[in-house]
């Protein structure tokens, strides 16, 4: 089993993970030992500071044992392929989580997870890639819990675009919108004309908010879509259909006007909440004045991943666990033996 794309997961599953987080948090699930004996490897292509510490200490925490793979390091800089890493290293490892996506290659990122999941047969985590930051958004779900008693689909969620300099995946905004919807929450996508989210997501989230009885809305007037929210969420995304440059010229004409500031908490609810995934450079998607407000729960988030991903982590090897305990491999000896093998 993986963990790629949330729209493989139903609302219980994510309910299950989400409730495990927060159980593992309070103490009342104990997943130390959950990993023991498994290798974790956690392949990077690009620069991290929450997923990878945030996996390394959870993946310790458990009892099993991460490991760094930066692609620079391995024979994948000398052109390796895909298909040969992910058949060698599912040989050594039980686990891997995989950050990987060119900017320039929307579909890319995703392709590479999915050469993993079918060539290295063991389970697949997506920490980020062109289409999907399912990590995060389990996080955020789970701060969102926290803040609102559990109540998270009767509050108003406004997830905007906001402008940042540099390019970024829409891999939280697409994870956000299928998570909502399965959900059931009340969410409003904002962003200027030619930020549209991968067509394919929003169907998708159309399908399952008509089952899930939640509520989804898109809005290219960031004000008015502020209007009664109880949590604004910013962030930046580059424009799928757009080259680095095109977009880069876009993003430009939007530095001043999709920059969340104080005018737009007060077309919010009192004390609504700011979220946004970091890293964030103050004055960028938002002004230092909202970053640094009371209710801005950033660093919430961040210590969520945590549980978050041992949440995720409990889930797709808790099988594994039980069937291995099931096995009996005094059987499998013997049938080892008949066989000539020992
Ligand atoms: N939010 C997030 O994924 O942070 P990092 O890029 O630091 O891992």
């Known amino acids: 089993m993986n963990f790629i794309d949330l729209r493989n997961y139903n609302k219980e599953t994510l309910e299950n993970i989400l409730n495990r987080s927060g159980a593992i948090k309070t103490g009342s699930l104990d997943a130390q030992g959950a990993l023991k004996n498994k290798n974790i490897g956690l392949l990077f292509a690009s620069a991290s500071t929450r997923t990878r510490v945030s996996f390394e200490v959870g993946i310790n925490r458990m009892g099993g044992n991460p490991i760094y793979l930066r692609t620079a390091d391995l024979q994948l800089s000398n052109h390796e392929s895909f298909k040969d890493t992910a058949s060698v290293l599912g040989r050594y490892l039980d686990g891997i989580v995989i950050r990987m996506y060119d900017m320039e290659k929307y579909g890319w990122g995703r392709a590479t997870q999915e050469i993993f999941a079918k060539y290295a047969g063991i389970p697949v985590i997506n920490g980020l890639d062109d289409q999907d930051h399912p990590c995060q958004v389990m996080a955020d779900l789970l701060t969102l819990k926290e803040k609102f008693n559990n109540n998270i689909t009767d509050k108003k969620i406004l997830f905007t675009w906001a402008f940042a300099e540099r390019q970024k995946s ?14 059931g929450m009340d969410i409003t996508f904002a962003y200027p004309e030619g930020f549209e989210l991968d067509e394919r997501y929003v169907q998708s989230a159309k399908a399952a908010m008509a089952v899930s009885g939640g509520k989804l809305s898109f809005s290219n007037n960031l004000m008015e879509a502020s209007q009664g929210a109880d949590v604004i969420y910013a962030k930046s995304w580059k424009a799928l259909s757009k080259t680095k440059e095109e977009d880069k010229a876009l993003r430009g004409q939007y530095r001043d006007t999709w920059r969340i500031s104080d005018k737009h908490f007060l077309e919010a609810n009192r004390n609504a909440l700011f979220m946004n995934c970091l890293p964030i450079i103050r004055g960028e998607q938002a002004t230092k004045e909202v970053i640094d407000r009371p209710d801005s729960i950033l660093y919430d988030e961040a210590e969520n991943r945590l549980y978050a991903q041992q949440g995720v982590l409990s889930y797709l090897f808790e099988d594994d666990t039980e069937k291995a305990a099931k096995v009996n491999i005094w059987n499998t000896v013997d049938s080892m033996n008949g066989a000539g093998v020992v």
């Open 170 to 183: 829409p891999g939280v905004p697409h994870s956000m919108l299928t998570a909502a919807s399965t959900l």
